[in-house]
């Protein structure tokens, strides 16, 4: 058991993968070692997971809603681990019902037991949703999406949204007048006035792309990536612009989708189907954004592997997998 550990410990060190489910590895890993008898089974709960390896904004969230699903732990572990010698396997106890948590151990795989047919990938993944609220906006974002979101026909609505629609028609404007102004200059055209062309239209394009595109785009496609100067500093991954109706009102709000890479365990965000894709927003792995990729269903939350390989031996998740049980209030045991 301790060599194991010792040679995930070391691989894990050697090979750093971003993604919740290999931060999960190594900090069960090291917690394994610390204990002066490595021997044994020590469990985990997800509640115990999350606090050590989750960062300072994801502490809030529900234990059950932030840990990966057990085929996603399972796949990081096999991927992690040599295919001979000694190997560790997850173990893994579904909660269910009051005070019945989900449990999580390392154990030595018994020889022969060959444990990879059981984690071969999926041919899909479940997103999660964040909870309302729990992405930040910049300063300047909160001053009409208060909370992470705002109601599109109030008093606020309304004030952003014309501002955006003056601000687009201004931007036009100005960017015709530019061009109105280099086309009548007297003279041949000179080195100087392409360049200033250039780069008013490459000044156009970005700004347009980065502050008005996604307010009108949202409209039509309802998910799409907010732009950057929405969301706080201290939010580290991007995340969603969604507009919905919730009855008689439509609203706007900061999400964010993410879902375990069946291949490899690491995260899946959502990010432009181009150029590789036809579809506007896909799910990318983030360890392996252009072969990891998957479909997004806004409604059903579930994802397709895309391509650009098909996975080897497709193999459906089973309910009781694919997310931990509810409840999952956490305490580390040992036994
Ligand atoms: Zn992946």
Redesign the pocket.
């Known amino acids: 058991m301790h060599e194991a550990l010792q040679q995930l410990k070391a691989h894990l060190a050697a090979n750093p993968t971003r993604?919740r489910a290999y931060d999960i590895l190594a900090f069960m890993t090291d917690t394994c070692l610390e204990r002066p008898n490595h021997e044994g089974k020590l469990t985990f709960e997800a509640e115990t997971l999350l606090t050590g390896c989750g960062g300072s904004a994801e502490r809030e969230k529900e234990p059950k809603d932030w840990i990966p699903n057990i085929r996603a732990l399972r796949r990081a572990l096999n991927l992690s681990q040599p295919k001979s010698g000694p190997r560790l396997r997850m173990g893994y106890q579904p909660g269910g019902g009051r005070g019945n948590v989900s449990l999580y151990w390392l154990e030595l795989e018994p020889e022969g037991d060959n444990q990879s047919a059981e984690v071969e990938p999926s041919t899909t993944v479940i997103y999660r949703r964040s909870a309302n609220g729990s992405i930040r906006p910049s300063i300047v974002a909160r001053l009409f999406l208060r909370q992470g979101e705002m109601r599109n026909l109030s008093v606020r609505g309304i004030s952003f949204l014309s501002i955006v629609l003056l601000a687009s028609a201004i931007w036009v404007a100005m960017l015709a007048l530019m061009l109105l102004a280099l086309s009548v200059t007297p003279g041949p055209i000179t080195t100087g006035n392409l360049i200033i062309l250039i780069l008013t239209v490459l000044g156009f394009v970005f700004i347009w792309r980065e502050f008005w595109q996604p307010w009108f785009q949202v409209v039509n496609d309802c998910v799409v990536k907010a732009p950057l100067w929405l969301t706080a500093i201290s939010e580290k991954n991007s995340c969603e612009l969604e507009m919905f109706r919730q009855g008689k009102y439509r609203w706007t709000r900061l999400v964010r989708f993410s879902a375990d890479?069946?291949?490899?365990?690491?995260n899946?965000e959502l990010r432009s189907g181009k150029p590789d894709q036809n579809l506007p927003l896909v799910g990318r792995?983030?360890?392996?954004p252009y072969?990891?990729v998957y479909s997004f269903d806004r409604m059903t939350l579930q994802g397709i592997y895309l391509g650009p390989s098909t996975p080897s031996k497709p193999h459906a998740p089973s309910p009781s997998e694919e997310s931990p049980a509810e409840g999952a209030r956490c305490t580390t045991q040992t036994s």
């Open positions: 993604g890479c069946s291949i490899c365990g690491s899946i792995c983030i360890e392996s072969a990891h």
